[in-house]
C-alpha cells in the first residue's frame, strides 16, 4: 500500500546544484523541501571564505547558463571572481528562483532511511527537536568538496593562539566575504598546498609578520591571469554568450579550453616550446586542459611538459633548495588538480616567509603554542589548516544513508563505489546522488555540468509524474557496465594512476589508502551524449514502476 509522505521530494544542500535542483522539482509541480545544515544557502561558497578564495574558471562560464536574464543582468568584476563575489551572484540567482522559502536552514540530516514497503525516505536530523521528514524521492546534491577534513595530527584542541581551516572560514556577520581577522604582524602558519593553501598563502604573505609554510607535498602551480573584467570585455561576452557556452559544452571539463588535436612530440620542438610559453600565461586551466591531447596520458609528453614548470618554478623561486622543494617529484603536471596562481611563487623570496618540509621533519603534534615537528617546536600566533576534504564521497558517508533491507551506503562505498551515471546505486530506489562519485559533472566545471544533470534528471522526472512513477532503480547489470565504463576510462589517464583525492586517497582518513574509480573522466560532451541515448532508449538500465 502507498504511503503518504510530507513531501514528493526532498534535497539535501542548497549550494548551486541543490538550489536548482529544488527550483526545478517546484516548478514541475511536485512539492518538495531543501534542506540545507547551514544557516543559508550558497554550499562551499558560504564556508570557503578564506583570505582569497575565488574561482579558477572564468567568471563567465562559473554561473547558471539556463538563466538568461541573470547572465545579461550580472555583471562580473574580475574575470576570476573572488569569494564574496560568487557568492553575491548566487544570492543573486536564489533571488530570482525565490528558492529560499522552499528550505530548512540549520538542519543537518543525520540518517536517511528508505522503506521498502512503503516506497519512501525518512530523514532524521542531528538537532532532535525537528521532526523527521518522509519524501518518496531523495535528491542528495551535498558537494564533492565540502566534507571539512583536519589533518591526523594529536593536539589540535590545545592550540592557544587562533586557528581556522580554509573551507570553515569565519564569516562577515555584514556581508559575503571573510570576517575581518587582523594578521598583521602576526605569525602565521599555513599546513597544506593544494587549491585553497596556495591561495590563503598569497594573502598571508602580504600581511603576516613571519609566514611558515608547512609543505608536504607540492602540486605543479601555474599562472591564474586575472585582472579586472573591463567593461567592454562584460559587454562582448553578455552579447556573444552562446559562443562561450558552446565552446565550454564541446570542451571534456566544461572549461573555455580545449586540447590542441595534436601530439606533443609531433610538433616541432621550436613551436612546442612556444606554444607552451603561450599557454602558461594564458588565462585560468589554458595548460591543464589545453595543452597537447597526449600531455596527460603519455608518460614522455607529460615528462616534458612537467619539466618546462619546473623550470619556471627555478626562475621564479630565487633559493634553489626552497625551489626543489616546491617541485612535485611524485607526479606528473597535470595528475592532480593544478592550482593556480598570482605571484604564488615569489612569495618565496619574501623574507618574512619560510618553508618546513615535513617529509623530513615530520608534525609530532600541535601543541599549546604552536607546531610540534620531529626538529623543533614552531610558535605561532595563527594556525590555518588548508587540508581539504574528504572528498567526493566524503559528504554521503557523514550521513548514514540505508537502503533496502537496511543496506549502508558507506559500507557499499567502503567495498568499492559502484553507481549507473554516478546517479544511482544499486539497492538505494528514488536515491539520486548530485555531482557524487562517477558522475560527469563531479570532474567538470561544477556549476555548468551539474545543470545539466539537474536537467536531465528533471526530464526523468517529467517523464515519472506523466506515467505515475514511483519506484526509480538501476538495474545491476548497468551499475556493473557503467562502473566498469568509469575504470577503463580512467585507466588511460595519468591521473588514474596517481594517488590524490581524484582517485580516492585521503592520508588523514583510515582506509581510505587505496586507489578508487570516484571520476568519470570521459568528458563532458561524452557524458551528455550518454545522457541522451540512455533517455532516449526510454531510461536504458532503470527499472521503473
Ligand atoms: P586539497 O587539494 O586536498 O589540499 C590539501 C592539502 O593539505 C594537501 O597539500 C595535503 O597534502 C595537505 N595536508 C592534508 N593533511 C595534511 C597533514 N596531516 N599534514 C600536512 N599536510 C597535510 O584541498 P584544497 O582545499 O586545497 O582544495 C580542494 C579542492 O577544492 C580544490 O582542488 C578545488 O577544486 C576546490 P597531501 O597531498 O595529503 O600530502
Not at 568584476?77 to 525565490?98: G, K, N, W
Not at 610559453?277 to 586551466?285: A, D, I, Q, R, T
Not at 559500507?411 to 536515491?431: A, H, I, R, S
Not at 561524452?526 to 541522451?532: E, S, V
Request: aromatic share 12%; proline share 5%; hydrophobic share 35%.
Amino acid at each position: 500500500m502507498k504511503t503518504e509522505t510530507d513531501v514528493d521530494a526532498v534535497v539535501i544542500g542548497a549550494g548551486l546544484t541543490g538550489l536548482y535542483q529544488t527550483y526545478r522539482l517546484r516548478e514541475m509541480g511536485y512539492t518538495v523541501r531543501g534542506i540545507e545544515a547551514s544557516d543559508n544557502i550558497g554550499g562551499v561558497w558560504h564556508h570557503n571564505r578564506y583570505p582569497g578564495a575565488r574561482i579558477d574558471s572564468e567568471s563567465e562560464v562559473y554561473g547558471y547558463f539556463w538563466n538568461e536574464e541573470l547572465m545579461q543582468e550580472f555583471d562580473w568584476s574580475e574575470r576570476f571572481a573572488a569569494q564574496p563575489e560568487v557568492l553575491t551572484y548566487i544570492h543573486r540567482a536564489a533571488d530570482y528562483m525565490d528558492i529560499r522559502k522552499d528550505y530548512m536552514f540549520n538542519a543537518r540530516v543525520t540518517s536517511a532511511i528508505w522503506d521498502d514497503a512503503g516506497g519512501f525516505w525518512t530523514l532524521g536530523f542531528e538537532d532532535p527537536s525537528l521532526t523527521p521528514i518522509k519524501a518518496r524521492f531523495l535528491f542528495s546534491a551535498l558537494g564533492p568538496l565540502s566534507a571539512v577534513q583536519m589533518p591526523n595530527v594529536p593536539g589540535i584542541d590545545s592550540f592557544q593562539g587562533e586557528s581556522y581551516h580554509t573551507a570553515a572560514w569565519p564569516r562577515d556577520p555584514e556581508g559575503f566575504g571573510p570576517a575581518k581577522l587582523d594578521f598583521a604582524g602576526k605569525r602565521v602558519a599555513v599546513i597544506g598546498l593544494g587549491s585553497s593553501g596556495v591561495q590563503v598563502i598569497q594573502e598571508m604573505a602580504k600581511v603576516a609578520g613571519e609566514l611558515t609554510v608547512f609543505l608536504r607535498s607540492p602540486n605543479w602551480c601555474t599562472p591564474l591571469g586575472n585582472g579586472p573584467m573591463t567593461s567592454e570585455r562584460m559587454r562582448h561576452i553578455k552579447s556573444n554568450y552562446g559562443e562561450f557556452i558552446a565552446k565550454c559544452d564541446a570542451s571534456i571539463a566544461g572549461f573555455p579550453h580545449e586540447f590542441i588535436p595534436q601530439n606533443l612530440f609531433d610538433t616541432p620542438k621550436a613551436e612546442r616550446d612556444a606554444k607552451l610559453e603561450e599557454l602558461y600565461h594564458g588565462p585560468g586551466f589554458s595548460l591543464w586542459l589545453g595543452a597537447y591531447q597526449d600531455v596527460l596520458m603519455d608518460p614522455e609528453a607529460n615528462r616534458y611538459v612537467s619539466d618546462f614548470v619546473a623550470g619556471k618554478i627555478r626562475q621564479r623561486v630565487k633559493d634553489p633548495k626552497t625551489a626543489e622543494m616546491l617541485i612535485p617529484k611524485d607526479h606528473g603536471f597535470g595528475m592532480k588538480r593544478v592550482p593556480l596562481e598570482t605571484r604564488y611563487y615569489e612569495v618565496y623570496n619574501q623574507p618574512n616567509v619560510s618553508v618546513v618540509d615535513l617529509n623530513a621533519t615530520p608534525i609530532q603534534r600541535i601543541a599549546p603554542t604552536g607546531i610540534e615537528t620531529t626538529e623543533a617546536l614552531h610558535a605561532f600566533d595563527v594556525i590555518i589548516y588548508a587540508t581539504g576534504f574528504d572528498a567526493i564521497k566524503g559528504s554521503w558517508n557523514r550521513i548514514d544513508i540505508r537502503g533496502r533491507d537496511g543496506m549502508s551506503l558507506k559500507e557499499e562505498w567502503d567495498k568499492g563505489v559502484k553507481t549507473y551515471m554516478g546517479l544511482q546505486c544499486e539497492g538505494f530506489p528514488n536515491f539520486f546522488t548530485l555531482v557524487g562519485p562517477q558522475n560527469g559533472a563531479t570532474f567538470c566545471n561544477i556549476p555548468r555540468c551539474s545543470a545539466l544533470v539537474v536537467d536531465w534528471l528533471s526530464d526523468m522526472m517529467i517523464h515519472a509524474k506523466a506515467e505515475g512513477i514511483e519506484r526509480i532503480e538501476p538495474q545491476r547489470e548497468a551499475v556493473e557496465s557503467w562502473s566498469l565504463y568509469c575504470t577503463k576510462l580512467l585507466d588511460k589517464m595519468l591521473l588514474g594512476q596517481t594517488n590524490s583525492w581524484f582517485t580516492g586517497i585521503n592520508k588523514n582518513v583510515a582506509g581510505r589508502d587505496k586507489r578508487e574509480v570516484l571520476l568519470f573522466v570521459g568528458g563532458n560532451p561524452r557524458f551528455r551524449q550518454y545522457c541522451d541515448e540512455v533517455q532516449e532508449d526510454g531510461y536504458r538500465g532503470y527499472v521503473m514502476s
